[in-house]
């Protein structure tokens, strides 16, 4: 029976996933299955960000002042000019990018 012992996934600083939440629910769900006993290895990617105005394009970071659960609502301010008139371009993917496993062998 093959056995999948570490899957890699990518979240984007913008999903506003919790780390520990996510291996909690995780492990919940991978139950009874292939996963189960699999380690969840979790990337953070930075959130990248457009200005509508002075164009800039780069790594935009999460107003601390603003909780998470609203975070995800409220217009990211350009880190070079402070406009609100920004749209997020990056860093709002859940992408599992590597799942490896064991694969018993066959006798
Ligand atoms: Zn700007």
Avoid: W, Y
Wanted: glycine share 6%; hydrophobic share 40%; net charge negative.
């Amino acid at each position: 029976m093959t056995k999948v012992s570490i899957v890699n996934v990518e979240v984007g600083e913008f999903t506003f996933l919790v780390p520990e939440q996510l291996a909690f629910n995780f492990e919940i769900a991978s139950r009874n299955s292939v996963l189960e006993g699999a380690e969840l290895r979790i990337k953070t990617v930075k959130g990248r960000l457009f200005c509508n105005d002075c164009h800039f394009e780069g790594e935009s970071q999460v107003n601390p002042d603003i909780p998470d659960q609203l975070a995800v609502f409220a217009p990211m301010k350009c880190p070079k000019c402070g406009s609100s008139s920004t749209k997020i371009i990056g860093g709002r993917d859940f992408i599992i990018t590597s799942i490896e496993a064991e694969v018993a062998e066959s006798t």
